[in-house]
């Protein structure tokens, strides 16, 4: 069977906009959590989000490029043209016939959409923008990369809500796996801070007014993120033959649906994915040192979660390392996956685990090892990364150290 690895990546998010600055924002447990500047949020209830600040589409994109992509378009642009340059990947003629781009997005171009909506129907400007449907259709990143790149291989998006990004991943994986491709960009943004999307999530309750604490029991809610992260996944052969970087490797996926509730959470579907991605990745459940949860800090998803991890890993759940980096990049939606898989691919290549930040007050019903606030030295073989949606659709992605 042919084998993936990781060999190159690019990250646009709350904590930093390139590999090496979110790394280091990871390790020293820096939270991107602050005062929303992008919206007026005087009228809401939640005043915080992480934002991705720093970012200047002007110096990266032309103007004529720029008018056709909308935010979440620029932040999985740039992280696929980081992770283009990072893998070294040369892109003849017949490496662009087998390559692919498989990308994710829960909402697409949400803040184009907003702004075509709030000029219709607030300003009564009935012409709109001849560009903003393109702009705001979900596969608008893999497009773009694809013709920026010339890639002619399978390209198309995932559009499953917060399990987005592993879905689009895990389907990379097996294609490059199967032979269909040999290499694939792939990976997720997201751009969710805008007035109309801000409304929403305060009717539903579940975000937090100050800050996200997972696993805390006085968690009180998640907190919106956006930005994106992009891989090159490559076929293990074709990597050591250009003698490319390998960052880890991919070795399972697995996915499943609760049948359940639309916005409430199962275990047992969560459990399944779990498992499922461990089969797939012929990984024995003590090979699993550290699980980068999904974690988003709401009371249901967290108690669900760790119950999760207790019945796919049992005795072995008391061994594992667990965090939720949402407490620093926020939950970026489609896009967290992909985030969240950065920091596990790092993790496990450097030796460190990220902490969960902001973690005040232990949970009875939360009772694992969530590397409470500060970054921990350890070298683990295997790990997963968790990825449970709205819909109860959950996906999971697991990566191993790869030594030759």
């Known amino acids: 069977m042919r084998r ?10 709350p904590i930093g906009n390139d590999v090496d600055s979110f790394w280091s924002s ?9 005062p929303i500047e992008k919206v007026d949020v005087s009228h809401l209830r939640f005043k915080n989000a992480a934002e991705v600040r720093n970012f200047d589409p002007a110096a990266l994109f032309d103007e004529k490029l720029l008018f056709w992509l909308d935010p979440f ?20 003629d017949a490496v662009k016939d087998r390559t692919g781009v498989i990308t994710g997005s829960c909402l697409g171009g949400k803040i184009t959409e907003d702004e075509l909506y709030k000029k219709l129907y607030a300003e009564g400007i009935r012409r709109q923008p001849p560009v903003a449907i393109p702009k705001a259709m979900s596969n608008a990143v893999a497009s773009q990369v694809s013709m920026e790149f010339g890639l002619t291989g399978a390209t198309f998006t995932t559009s499953t809500a917060c399990a987005s990004a592993n879905h689009a991943m895990g389907q990379a994986f097996w294609l490059i796996r199967q032979g269909t491709l040999d290499a694939a960009f792939t990976g997720a ?36 993120g956006e930005g994106g992260a992009m891989f090159v996944f490559e076929e293990l052969e074709a990597a050591k033959a250009r003698g490319a970087k390998i960052y880890a490797e991919v070795v399972g996926f697995g996915m499943s649906a609760d049948a359940h509730h639309l916005t409430m959470p ?13 089969e797939d990745a012929n990984l024995a459940r003590e090979q699993i040192g550290y699980i980068n949860a999904h974690g988003t800090a709401t009371q249901a998803n967290d ?38 898989a950065a920091a596990t691919i790092l993790a496990i290549k450097n030796e460190v685990l990220p902490p969960t930040a902001n973690y005040n007050i232990p949970d009875p019903e939360c009772d694992l090892d969530v590397i409470p606030n500060e970054s921990r030295p350890r070298a683990v073989d295997a790990a997963l990364s968790n990825s449970f949606a709205f819909g ?13």
């Open 266 to 278: 199962a275990s047992a579907g969560a459990s399944k994915a779990m498992r499922l991605a461990l």
């Open 189 to 224: 943004s997201e751009a969710p801070i805008c007035t109309g999307s801000l409304h929403a999530w305060e009717t539903m309750r579940v975000v937090s007014a100050d800050t996200c604490r997972p696993f805390s029991k006085d968690r009180s809610g998640m907190i919106l």
């Open 392 to 404: 109860g659709l959950n996906a999971v992605l697991a990566f191993r150290r790869f030594d030759g």
């Open 4 to 13: 993936v690895v990781v060999t190159g990546m690019g990250v646009i998010s």
């Open 73 to 92: 378009a620029q932040y999985g642009v740039a992280a696929a043209r980081q992770a283009l340059i990072d893998s070294g990947l040369e892109l003849t």
């Open 303 to 340: 108690s669900n979660e760790c119950r999760a991890i207790r019945d796919t890993f049992g005795p072995h759940a008391d061994k594992l390392a667990i965090s939720s980096t949402k407490s620093m990049t926020g939950h970026s939606l489609g896009a967290a996956g992909a985030i969240e």
């Open 26 to 34: 990871l390790q020293e447990g820096r939270s991107g959590i602050g």
